[in-house]
T-cell receptor, first 115, second 112 residues
Framework: KAGVTQTPRYLIKTRGQQVTLSCSPISGHRSVSWYQQTPGQGLQFLFEYFSETQRNKGNFPGRFSGRQFSNSRSEMNVSTLELGDSALYLC??????????????FGPGTRLLVL | AQSVSQHNHHVILSEAASLELGCNYSYGGTVNLFWYVQYPGQHLQLLLKYFSGDPLVKGIKGFEAEFIKSKFSFNLRKPSVQWSDTAEYFCAVRDTGNQFYFGTGTSLTVIP
């Protein structure tokens, strides 16, 4: 099985712009979670989608949003970018998600630099 | 909210030394516990996981971890590290709401 894929791998934007990141989960996986990884903060949970519905949400401002499509692919959008949004954004997928003994499998991440 | 603490931020060891990385969490309910590793330039990979049963779990590459419920801990161990173990290690906890919480990571450098 192919692993979790994320596009693009690298992105440079300027403050005030918006960005959309994409994640394709492992085939058959229906749960997709997004994380922000920064030095010193580790991984911080953004949100989780399952069957096209947002099921969990972390403590991030409304500028961060996401969606999931019927094929389980997910996109994350960040509007009005700030310098502090520079980070590695990770996507993780699992098969059934809530209530199950699930393991998340991570993609390589999208490295976003905001200038 | 759940919190996960990894006490060692940077660890430097010589090859063949023993390793123990600490992980403590705050949630008092049922949890699933994980250790992930991120090798330089690579993405996060699962090292091992605990769901239930024997609190001593063995993972890949000779790693093991012990779940001590009374101490809310899930420390990672390896009896003899190798240069190839140089990486960043993350402890993670999943609560009954299916939300994952990660520690801030421990950077391990193994000197040949």
């Amino acid at each position: 099985k192919a692993g979790v894929t994320q596009t693009p791998r690298y992105l440079i934007k300027t403050r005030g712009q918006q960005v959309t990141l994409s994640c394709s989960p492992i085939s058959g996986h229906r749960s997709v979670s997004w994380y922000q990884q920064t030095p010193g903060q580790g991984l911080q949970f953004l949100f989780e989608y399952f069957s096209e519905t947002q099921r969990n949400k972390g403590n991030f401002p409304g500028r961060f949003s996401g969606r999931q499509f019927s094929n389980s692919r997910s996109e994350m959008n960040v509007s009005t970018l700030e310098l502090g949004d520079s980070a590695l954004y990770l996507c993780a997928s699992s098969s059934r998600g809530q209530g199950a003994q699930e393991t998340q499998y991570f993609g390589p991440g999208t490295r976003l630099l905001v200038l | 909210a759940q919190s996960v603490s990894q006490h060692n931020h940077h660890v430097i060891l010589s090859e063949a030394a023993s390793l123990e990385l600490g992980c403590n969490y705050s949630y008092g309910g049922t949890v699933n516990l994980f250790w992930y590793v991120q090798y330089p330039g690579q993405h996060l990979q699962l090292l091992l996981k605990y769901f239930s049963g024997d609190p001593l779990v063995k993972g890949i590459k000779g790693f093991e971890a012990e779940f001590i419920k009374s101490k809310f801990s899930f420390n990672l161990r390896k009896p003899s590290v190798q240069w190839s173990d140089t990486a960043e290690y993350f402890c993670a906890v999943r609560d009954t709401g299916n939300q994952f919480y990660f520690g801030t990571g421990t950077s391990l450098t193994v000197i040949p």
